[in-house]
């Protein structure tokens, strides 16, 4: 399951009925990520509805290839989120450990660099956009 939403979520409860009735699965792991900021600061995400979705889907379907999972969720906040908020829920399901640990990283590496958002973080100095760093680069090219 993808979705992207506006409103917050509770990473616990998710990964509470992620797990639930899974009788044949070894492993499963979960991330969630969390904004960070000071007083006053605040993250925007935006995504091109439909697109952002489909293009998440695809490198989500090929990781469940390349790593044999179970199953997987991806949850994403867009829209204004607060510090300590959490923006990104990732869980993954597989038979042994070593998978569901992998296709999490995969999985994050890909969202953090290369998926289709544009972030702009908001604080006392104004707006700026938020482009990845040369270490996210780093780590999504560990998977090419």
Do not use: N
Not at 23 to 35: D, E, M, P, R, Y
Not at 67 to 80: A, N, Y
């Amino acid at each position: 399951m993808i979705r992207l939403q506006t409103e917050p979520f509770e990473p616990g409860a998710l990964l509470t009925g992620f797990c639930a009735g899974r009788s044949q699965t070894g492993a499963v792991v979960s991330f969630t990520g969390l904004t960070r900021g000071g007083e006053g600061e605040r993250l925007e995400l935006e995504a091109y509805p439909g697109f952002t979705e489909a293009e998440i889907a695809r490198i989500a379907e090929a990781a469940r290839a390349r790593f044999s999972l179970h199953d997987l969720m991806i949850v994403h906040r867009i829209g204004e989120i607060a510090p300590g908020e959490a923006i990104v829920f990732v869980a993954t399901a597989a038979a042994h450990r070593r998978e569901a640990f992998e296709a999490a990283d995969h999985l994050m590496d890909y969202l953090k660099s290369r998926a289709p958002f544009w972030k702009k973080e908001h604080g006392p100095d104004g707006a700026r956009w938020i482009e990845p760093t040369e270490r996210d680069h780093a780590d999504a090219a560990r998977w090419d």
